[in-house]
C-alpha cells in the first residue's frame, strides 16, 4: 500500500494519517485499515455514491507495520515553534522547520495564553514564539516540547482516548469562521488553557510507572490543587470516623495524623477566667481578651470560665463566637448555676476529639443557691486527655479553711472521665480527679486574698512594677498554702506581672473606693498540672485592665501543651459542634463588617466647606 498504492496528490491535498487500528483479537490478515481520507472536492456525481468511501483491499501483516513506523517517525521528525531547532531555524542558523505547520498558518494567541493540548494528535498547538525570542521565562512551549520528546509513549496513549474526536479535512483560515476552525484554534486566556493543560498531564503521569520521571508541569499542578497534605483515596474508602482503627498505624488519632497538623506535637492553649459580678452588660469588644496584642497567632483552642456570669448566657457564647469568628466552632458549653464554660476550637480539628463530658460541684451548705461551687469539663484530644475546671470558693479575707474544703470537695465529687477511658489508670486515684489526666488546668476566683491590710498594700502598689508584684506576693494567701502543701498538690502557676485583678470600681482603675474599702488582690487564677513533666510550657500570663464592665478583671494564660498519638478505642466527638451558635455568630460578623463600610462610605462622602 505505501509503494505504488498511495494515490498521488497535488499539493492543497494531504493525505490525513491516522493512528492504527486496534486489533480486539481478530485474524491479523484479516483485520481492516481505516480507509485514507481526502478533502471533498466538488464533483457532480451522485450524492450517495460519494459519501460511499473506498475501502481498499485489506493489505497483510507487515503492512499495518510499516503504517506504524511511519507515524513514530512523523512524530520524531516533527518540530515545534518553542524547540530549539524551530528557534535556530528561525534566527537563520538552521534548516527549514519541514512540518505540516509550514502548509496550515496559525493566528497568534493573546498575550499570556497559554497552549492546550488539541483533541487530535496531529495537531499541536504552539505557544506565541515571541515571548520566548524576547528571553523571558520558560513558556509552555518548552514543557510541550520536552514532554513530547521523553514520553512518546504517553502520547500514544493519551491518544486512544483523544483521538475519538471527529477528524475534520483542512480548512482556509482565511474563509472559514473561527467556528469552524477548531484544530487551529488557540485558546483565548490563561483562565481557559492551564488548568486544562495541567489536568491532562496530571492525569497522565498518574498512570505511568515509578520509574517515570515527574514533570514539573506535574509538580505545578499537583501544589496548585491545595496547601493542605494530600489525602490518599485509599484512606478515605477503608477509614471510618466513628469507630476508627485500633492500630497505631492508619489511625485517627495516631501519629501519621497528628504530624500533619502538629509537627512539633505542640498545640497552643488558650485559657481564661473572668468574674462577671451578673452584670447585664458585656464589653462591646472582647478582642483584647480573646486576641491580646501580645500574642502574633490565634490559639488552637480555647477554655473560658465564667464566674457569676451575665444572665443571658447565650448572648455571651455568641459574642465568643463572633470574635473568633468562622475558623473556630464551640465545641462544648456548660453551666452550672452562675457557672459558664465554654470550649472553642479550630474548625479543623474536631475530628480529633473524644466525646467531651463534664460534671459538677456545689460547695453551698443549700445546694439549689449555685453561685459557689465547680465546673468540670474533660475530653481526649488525639492521644492527651485534658481536664478543665473552674471554681468559685467562698469569699471573705479570713475565710481560708472553708477555701480549703472548697477545693477538697471539688477533687472528690467531680465525677469525670465516665464513657472516656483514662489513659494512664495505673498513675490515677480515685480521691482526686486531677491525676486521672495528663493535662488539668483549673481557673476561676478562688477569692484567695492579700493579708496585710487595705494600708499595707496600697503601700506596694506606689513602687516600681516588679518590685511590688513581687512584694504583694509574700502576701498572697493562695501562695502561702499552696507552699505548705494544703492545696493544688501537683500544680504550678504561671509567674505573675500583672497588678491585682480584684477588686475595681465598675468603669474605672482605680481599686475599691466604697466604705468597705476592700484589699485590692490576687483572686482570679490559672493553674495547670501535668502528668508528664515538661508537656505544658506557660507562653504568657496576664490580665485584661481595659475591660472595666466588672469590679474583676479577666485573666487568661497562653501555654504550649505537648500532645501524644492515641488510638481510636474512645467514643470520638465526630465532628459535633454547635452549628446554630456558629451561624449566628458569623451573621454578626457580616452585618457589623457592612455597617462599619456604610459608616466609612458616608464619611468619606460627606465634605465640609470652610471659609477663612
Same mark, same amino acid.
Given at each position: 500500500?505505501?509503494?505504488?498504492?498511495?494515490?498521488?496528490?497535488?499539493?492543497?491535498?494531504?493525505?490525513?494519517?491516522?493512528?492504527?487500528?486496534?486489533?480486539?483479537?481478530?485474524?491479523?490478515?484479516?483485520?481492516?485499515?481505516?480507509?485514507?481520507?481526502?478533502?471533498?472536492?466538488?464533483?457532480?456525481?451522485?450524492?450517495?455514491?460519494?459519501?460511499?468511501?473506498?475501502?481498499?483491499?485489506?493489505?497483510?501483516?507487515?503492512?499495518?507495520?510499516?503504517?506504524?513506523?511511519?507515524?513514530?517517525? =512523523?512524530?520524531?521528525?516533527?518540530?515545534?515553534?518553542?524547540?530549539?531547532?524551530?528557534? *535556530?531555524?528561525?534566527?537563520?542558523?538552521?534548516?527549514?522547520?519541514?512540518?505540516?505547520?509550514?502548509?496550515?498558518?496559525?493566528?497568534?494567541?493573546?498575550?499570556?495564553?497559554?497552549?492546550?493540548?488539541?483533541?487530535?494528535?496531529?495537531?499541536?498547538?504552539?505557544?506565541?514564539?515571541?515571548?520566548?525570542?524576547?528571553?523571558?521565562?520558560?513558556?509552555?512551549?518548552?514543557?510541550?516540547?520536552?514532554?513530547?520528546?521523553?514520553?512518546?509513549?504517553?502520547?500514544?496513549?493519551?491518544?486512544?482516548?483523544?483521538?475519538?474526536?471527529?477528524?475534520?479535512?483542512?480548512?482556509?483560515?482565511?474563509?472559514?469562521?473561527?467556528?469552524?476552525?477548531?484544530?487551529?484554534?488557540?485558546?483565548?486566556?490563561?483562565?481557559?488553557?492551564?488548568?486544562?493543560?495541567?489536568?491532562?498531564?496530571?492525569?497522565?503521569?498518574?498512570?505511568?510507572?515509578?520509574?517515570?520521571?515527574?514533570?514539573?508541569?506535574?509538580?505545578? *499542578?499537583?501544589?496548585?490543587?491545595?496547601?493542605?497534605?494530600?489525602?490518599?483515596?485509599?484512606?478515605?474508602?477503608?477509614?471510618?470516623?466513628?469507630?476508627?482503627?485500633?492500630?497505631?498505624?492508619?489511625?485517627?488519632?495516631?501519629?501519621?495524623?497528628?504530624?500533619?497538623?502538629?509537627?512539633?506535637?505542640?498545640?497552643?492553649?488558650?485559657? =481564661?477566667?473572668?468574674?462577671?459580678?451578673?452584670?447585664?452588660?458585656?464589653?462591646?469588644?472582647?478582642?483584647?481578651?480573646?486576641?491580646? =496584642?501580645?500574642?502574633?497567632?490565634?490559639?488552637?483552642?480555647?477554655?473560658?470560665?465564667?464566674?457569676?456570669?451575665?444572665?443571658?448566657?447565650?448572648?455571651?457564647?455568641?459574642?465568643?463566637?463572633?470574635?473568633?469568628?468562622?475558623?473556630?466552632?464551640?465545641?462544648?458549653?456548660?453551666?452550672?448555676?452562675?457557672?459558664?464554660?465554654?470550649?472553642?476550637?479550630?474548625?479543623?480539628?474536631?475530628?480529633?476529639?473524644?466525646?467531651?463530658?463534664?460534671?459538677?460541684?456545689?460547695?453551698?451548705?443549700?445546694?439549689?443557691?449555685?453561685?459557689?461551687?465547680?465546673?468540670?469539663?474533660?475530653?481526649?484530644?488525639?492521644?492527651?486527655?485534658?481536664?478543665?475546671?473552674?471554681?468559685?470558693?467562698?469569699?471573705?479575707?479570713?475565710?481560708?479553711?472553708?477555701?480549703?474544703?472548697?477545693?477538697?470537695?471539688?477533687?472528690?465529687?467531680?465525677?469525670?472521665?465516665?464513657?472516656?477511658?483514662?489513659?494512664?489508670?495505673?498513675?490515677?486515684?480515685?480521691?482526686?480527679?486531677?491525676?486521672?489526666?495528663?493535662?488539668?488546668?483549673?481557673?476561676?476566683?478562688?477569692?484567695?486574698?492579700?493579708?496585710?491590710?487595705?494600708? *499595707?498594700?496600697?503601700?506596694?502598689?506606689?513602687?516600681?512594677?516588679?518590685?511590688?508584684?513581687?512584694?504583694?506576693?509574700?502576701?498572697?494567701?493562695?501562695?502561702?498554702?499552696?507552699?505548705?502543701?494544703?492545696?493544688?498538690?501537683?500544680?504550678?502557676?504561671?509567674?505573675?506581672?500583672?497588678?491585682?485583678?480584684?477588686?475595681?470600681?465598675?468603669?474605672?482603675?482605680?481599686?475599691?473606693?466604697?466604705?468597705?474599702?476592700?484589699?485590692?488582690?490576687?483572686?482570679?487564677?490559672?493553674?495547670?498540672?501535668?502528668?508528664?513533666?515538661?508537656?505544658?510550657?506557660?507562653?504568657?500570663?496576664?490580665?485584661?485592665?481595659?475591660?472595666?464592665?466588672?469590679?474583676?478583671?479577666?485573666?487568661?494564660?497562653?501555654?504550649?501543651?505537648?500532645?501524644?498519638?492515641?488510638?481510636?478505642?474512645?467514643?470520638?466527638? *465526630?465532628?459535633?459542634?454547635?452549628?446554630?451558635?456558629?451561624?449566628?455568630?458569623?451573621?454578626?460578623?457580616?452585618?457589623?463588617?457592612?455597617?462599619?463600610?456604610?459608616?466609612?462610605?458616608?464619611?468619606?462622602?460627606?465634605?465640609?466647606?470652610?471659609?477663612?
Amino acid at each position: 500500500m505505501l509503494k505504488g498504492q498511495l494515490p498521488s496528490t497535488g499539493k492543497d491535498v494531504a493525505p490525513n494519517l491516522g493512528p492504527p487500528p486496534i486489533n480486539h483479537g481478530q485474524d491479523p490478515e484479516r483485520t481492516p485499515v481505516l480507509p485514507l481520507t481526502f478533502p471533498a472536492q466538488i464533483s457532480n456525481e451522485d450524492p450517495e455514491a460519494k459519501a460511499k468511501p473506498f475501502t481498499p483491499k485489506p493489505p497483510p501483516q507487515p503492512r499495518l507495520e510499516r503504517a506504524l513506523s511511519l507515524d513514530e517517525k =512523523a512524530w520524531r521528525r516533527r518540530r515545534f515553534r518553542t524547540s530549539p531547532e524551530d528557534l *535556530a531555524a528561525g534566527s537563520g542558523a538552521g534548516g527549514s522547520r519541514g512540518s505540516l505547520q509550514d502548509e496550515v498558518p496559525r493566528p497568534p494567541g493573546p498575550p499570556g495564553s497559554p497552549p492546550c493540548l488539541s483533541t487530535s494528535l496531529q495537531e499541536i498547538p504552539t505557544s506565541r514564539r515571541a515571548q520566548d525570542s524576547a528571553g523571558g521565562s520558560p513558556s509552555w512551549g518548552h514543557c510541550i516540547s520536552g514532554m513530547i520528546s521523553t514520553s512518546l509513549d504517553l502520547l500514544h496513549r493519551d491518544g486512544a482516548v483523544a483521538g475519538t474526536s471527529i477528524r475534520l479535512p483542512p480548512v482556509d483560515p482565511k474563509v472559514a469562521p473561527e467556528s469552524l476552525r477548531p484544530t487551529h484554534r488557540v485558546d483565548s486566556g490563561p483562565a481557559d488553557g492551564k488548568p486544562h493543560l495541567q489536568s491532562r498531564l496530571f492525569r497522565a503521569h498518574s498512570s505511568l510507572g515509578p520509574g517515570w520521571p515527574p514533570s514539573p508541569l506535574v509538580c505545578e *499542578a499537583r501544589s496548585s490543587f491545595s496547601l493542605l497534605a494530600p489525602i490518599r483515596a485509599k484512606d478515605v474508602r477503608s477509614r471510618s470516623y466513628l469507630e476508627g482503627s485500633l492500630l497505631a498505624s492508619g489511625a485517627l488519632m495516631g501519629a501519621e495524623e497528628l504530624a500533619r497538623y502538629f509537627p512539633d506535637r505542640n498545640l497552643a492553649l488558650f485559657v =481564661a477566667t473572668w468574674n462577671m459580678q451578673g452584670q447585664k452588660e458585656l464589653p462591646p469588644n472582647l478582642d483584647e481578651l480573646l486576641l491580646p =496584642a501580645e500574642a502574633d497567632y490565634a490559639q488552637d483552642l480555647y477554655v473560658i470560665g465564667v464566674q457569676e456570669g451575665c444572665s443571658d448566657r447565650r448572648e455571651w457564647e455568641t459574642r465568643l463566637q463572633e470574635t473568633l469568628g468562622p475558623r473556630y466552632v464551640t465545641l462544648y458549653s456548660v453551666a452550672h448555676g452562675a457557672l459558664y464554660m465554654s470550649v472553642l476550637i479550630r474548625r479543623d480539628l474536631i475530628w480529633f476529639c473524644s466525646e467531651v463530658e463534664s460534671s459538677t460541684v456545689t460547695t453551698r451548705m443549700v445546694s439549689h443557691i449555685k453561685t459557689k461551687g465547680a465546673l468540670g469539663v474533660s475530653f481526649t484530644f488525639f492521644g492527651t486527655s485534658f481536664l478543665f475546671i473552674t471554681s468559685h470558693f467562698t469569699s471573705g479575707d479570713g475565710k481560708v479553711s472553708e477555701r480549703l474544703l472548697d477545693y477538697s470537695r471539688t477533687i472528690q465529687g467531680l465525677a469525670l472521665p465516665k464513657s472516656v477511658p483514662d489513659t494512664s489508670p495505673y498513675r490515677s486515684d480515685a480521691a482526686d480527679v486531677t491525676t486521672r489526666f495528663d493535662g488539668v488546668f483549673w481557673f476561676g476566683d478562688f477569692n484567695f486574698r492579700l493579708s496585710g491590710g487595705r494600708v *499595707a498594700v496600697e503601700a506596694i502598689l506606689k513602687q516600681d512594677l516588679v518590685e511590688k508584684v513581687s512584694a504583694l506576693l509574700q502576701h498572697d494567701q493562695l501562695t502561702q498554702e499552696m507552699k505548705k502543701g494544703s492545696i493544688f498538690k501537683g500544680f504550678q502557676e504561671p509567674d505573675i506581672h500583672f497588678l491585682p485583678s480584684y477588686k475595681f470600681d465598675i468603669g474605672k482603675d482605680s481599686y475599691d473606693t466604697t466604705s468597705k474599702q476592700r484589699t485590692p488582690s490576687y483572686t482570679d487564677r490559672v493553674m495547670y498540672r501535668s502528668r508528664h513533666k515538661g508537656d505544658i510550657c506557660p507562653v504568657r500570663y496576664s490580665s485584661c485592665p481595659g475591660i472595666k464592665t466588672s469590679d474583676h478583671r479577666p485573666v487568661y494564660g497562653l501555654f504550649r501543651v505537648k500532645v501524644r498519638p492515641g488510638r481510636d478505642n474512645i467514643p470520638l466527638a *465526630a465532628g459535633k459542634f454547635d452549628r446554630e451558635l456558629y451561624l449566628i455568630g458569623i451573621k454578626r460578623r457580616i452585618s457589623k463588617e457592612i455597617q462599619r463600610q456604610q459608616a466609612l462610605k458616608n464619611q468619606h462622602s460627606s465634605t465640609i466647606c470652610t471659609v477663612s
